[in-house]
C-alpha cells in the first residue's frame, strides 16, 4: 500500500523559493505505472493542482503556474519534489503530494500524503 | 483553466438524500468521463470517493454514486449519515494533462 510523506520548510520569505519533498514508501517511485503530483490548498479554500511527473522525468504542469512550477524526480531517494519560484503571500497553502490511481490521462488522485503548511512572510 | 462551478452548501437530514452538481464545460467535464469527487474533513487530506464519473474505489460505501450530464457532474449521497458532514470537492480531467478542480460544498447533516 502506497503511502506518501510531505517534507519542507513551513516558512519561506517573499520572493524567494519554496521547495518541498515528497518520500513514497510501500512501493517505487520508479513504476512505469504511477505519475505523481502536487496540489495545494490555501487556508479556507479549493484545491488547486500543480504539476505532475513520472520518473521518465516527463513533466506535467498547471497552465497557470507553468512559468514558476518545476517538479522532479529522485529516483536513488525514492521521492520527488516540487519547487516554485517567486512566492508570495497567496502561495500561502496547505501543500499535498499524490499519486495518480492510473494513467496521467484521467487518473483521479489516491492515495494522497498528510500535506504541508507552507506560510509565506518576510 | 478555470475552477468548476459547485454550489457553496448542502444540506440535509439522516436518511435524506443530497446531490452535488459540479459544472464545468466542453473542454473538461463534458468533454471526458474522468471526473472524480473528494471528500475531506477539517484539517485533513481529500479521500477518493468517486472516479471515472461513477466508480467507487474499494471501501467507499454505496451510498455514494456520481453520474454526468453534458458538462455538469453530480455525486449524490444516499441514506444520508452524520459521518458525511465534510466537505466535497470534484475534479476533471480538462485535456492536454491537465486538471481542474472544484470550488468545494459543505455538506450539513441536520
Known amino acids: 500500500q502506497l503511502q506518501l510523506q510531505e517534507s519542507g520548510p513551513g516558512l519561506v520569505k517573499p520572493s524567494e523559493t519554496l521547495s518541498l519533498s515528497c518520500t513514497v514508501s510501500g512501493g517505487s517511485i520508479s513504476s512505469s505505472s504511477h505519475y505523481w503530483g502536487w496540489i495545494r490548498q490555501p487556508p479556507g479554500k479549493g484545491l488547486e493542482w500543480l504539476g505532475s511527473v513520472h520518473y521518465s522525468g516527463s513533466t506535467y504542469y498547471s497552465p497557470s503556474l507553468m512559468s514558476r512550477v518545476t517538479i522532479s524526480v529522485d529516483t536513488s531517494k525514492n521521492h520527488f519534489s516540487l519547487k516554485l519560484t517567486s512566492v508570495t503571500a497567496t502561495d500561502t497553502a496547505v501543500y499535498y503530494c499524490a499519486t495518480h490511481l492510473g494513467d496521467i490521462v484521467g487518473g483521479p488522485f489516491d492515495p494522497w500524503g498528510q500535506g504541508t503548511l507552507v506560510t509565506v512572510s518576510s | 483553466q478555470s475552477a468548476l462551478t459547485q454550489p457553496r452548501s448542502v444540506s440535509g437530514s439522516p436518511g435524506q438524500s443530497v446531490t452535488i452538481s459540479c459544472t464545468g464545460t466542453s473542454s473538461d467535464v463534458g468533454g471526458y468521463n474522468y471526473v472524480s469527487w473528494y471528500q475531506q474533513y477539517p484539517g485533513k487530506a481529500p479521500k477518493l470517493m468517486i472516479y471515472?464519473?461513477?466508480r467507487r474505489p474499494s471501501g467507499v460505501p454505496d451510498r455514494f454514486s456520481g453520474s454526468k450530464s453534458g458538462n455538469t457532474a453530480s455525486l449524490t449521497i444516499s441514506g444520508l449519515q452524520a459521518e458525511d458532514e465534510a466537505d466535497y470537492y470534484c475534479c476533471s480531467y480538462a485535456g492536454s494533462y491537465t486538471f481542474d478542480f472544484g470550488t468545494g460544498t459543505k455538506v450539513t447533516v441536520l
Open positions: 471515472d464519473v461513477s
